[in-house]
């Protein structure tokens, strides 16, 4: 389905290509997974479904969309090709599932169980039994992690009004280590270049959100 336009509402997230942008919207006032071409166009509606459809995200080969959704019941993880429709969507967890996030190898797909208690945990792409990461938990909200081949980049709050710490919980140490402070009070979104050497996030400045950009931050 074709949508002339759509609401954006949040988690816009670029195909691994470049080329589409997947995000959540508002049609008819129903929460949604949509799809559009980075150079513009018309809309994709990706889910159809009455249940809410939240924080979707691109699998490392562009061929599948993950997504929260309550349609059985509870908010779970799902997934759906890309170039389809939620007709055959998979659901990937039982325990709960926000915030989904593919390893860099293609193989699990890492998530925040729920928005109370941020531990992480990863499930396999196909569905399977669902593992705790760590110990560590995201303070904030489920967007607040990012990961990559070494480990789990997240932000500690020991002072949440004023400034946060970037922590990485390293896969071959199963430990986390704190990699520096930044004096900006942390909003909602953490990203990491692929080449390791920037840091992206939003912070709150006078009220509003600002977006920074931190070279060589290790």
Sequence with gaps: ELLPKAHLIDCLRWSPDGNRIVFECRNDGNDDVCVVAADGGATRRLTRHPARDTFPSWSRDGKWVYFTSNRSGSFQLWKAPADGTDA????????????????????????????????????????????????????????????????????????????????LYRFASEKSESICRIEKRLAEGLSVSPDGRWLWFAAYETGYRDLYMVENFR
Excluded: K, M
């Design 88 to 167: 055959t969507a998979v659901q990937l967890t039982s325990g709960g599932g926000y915030s989904p996030v593919e390893s860099p190898d293609g193989t699990a797909v890492f998530f925040v169980r729920d928005r109370a208690a941020l531990n992480v945990w990863r499930v396999p792409v196909q569905g399977g039994p669902e593992s705790q990461v760590g110990t560590f938990r995201l303070f904030g909200t489920s967007h607040n992690y990012v990961v990559r081949p070494e480990g789990i980049y997240y932000a500690s709050w020991p002072d949440p009004e004023q400034w946060f710490e970037l922590w």
